[in-house]
């Protein structure tokens, strides 16, 4: 129970971590939740299968050693494509998945762009109010509890776990971290294609996930400088590294006290 709603929370191995569903509501039919997450779950595989570059029979990975055409590809890969097309675009190519080793890889994009799919499958089968947390990406839909007018979700320390260094309310959209994490310096800056340094982590607040997500991974590349490259858009952002924070957008992001 969460005050006087109930929760239904679902968790899905997939895409090399775990998702979480959860549902809320003053009721939960707890059949209905479970045919709901069913379906989610299959989506989430389904992206698996379309998307992963770590499968040699995806779509992606046909496309990669030239077995699949594009103009033969799945109409969500070609989505996926495209998105990753503009957000390189509006980023000047510090968000590039086509300077990667081994060819064209989506997912930086794929995590907030499937988060936002799978939350969209839950309220068709009748839940406003979910959450879909792809290792710490969250889509989250309605709100949380009846006198929460969203979620609220919180930033941790990039380099001290336990502590939470900032929080968002989060309604219908998404909040995207690339960070020094669990895979400390995974990410490359495209142009040289070494580990970045700039921050410690960047976290994106907007309401398209696919956006969020790649744009997370750009600021992560890009630094402070980058914040600028936000202004046009509908979005918010936070960065850390070691004991500064720098922010922008209407104050969806702010620091706990």
Known sequence: MIGMWERHVHYEEVWGTVVTMDLRGPVIDREAARQACSAAAMELHRIDEWLSPYRDDSAVSQIRNGTLRLADAPAPVLDVINGCAEVSRRSKGAFNPWKVAGGFDPSGFVKGWGADRVARILQV??????????????????????????????????????????????????????????????????????????????????????????????????????????????????????????????GFLRRNH
């Open 125 to 250: 089968h009748g839940f406003a109010n979910v959450s879909v947390n792809a290792a710490g990406d969250v889509t989250c839909r309605g709100q949380s509890a009846a006198d929460v007018p969203g979620w609220r979700i919180g930033v941790t320390d990039p380099r001290d776990r336990t502590q939470v260094v900032s929080s968002v309310l989060v309604k219908d959209a998404h909040l995207a971290t690339s960070g020094r994490y669990e895979r400390g310096d995974h990410i490359l800056e495209p142009a040289t294609r070494q580990a970045v340094f700039t921050v410690d982590s960047a976290s994106v607040l907007a309401k398209d996930g696919g956006f969020a997500d790649a744009y997370a991974t750009s600021l992560f590349v890009l630094g402070p400088s980058g914040l600028a490259e936000l202004q046009p858009f509908d979005a918010a952002a936070l960065l850390i590294t070691g004991g500064r924070m720098w922010s922008i957008g209407n």
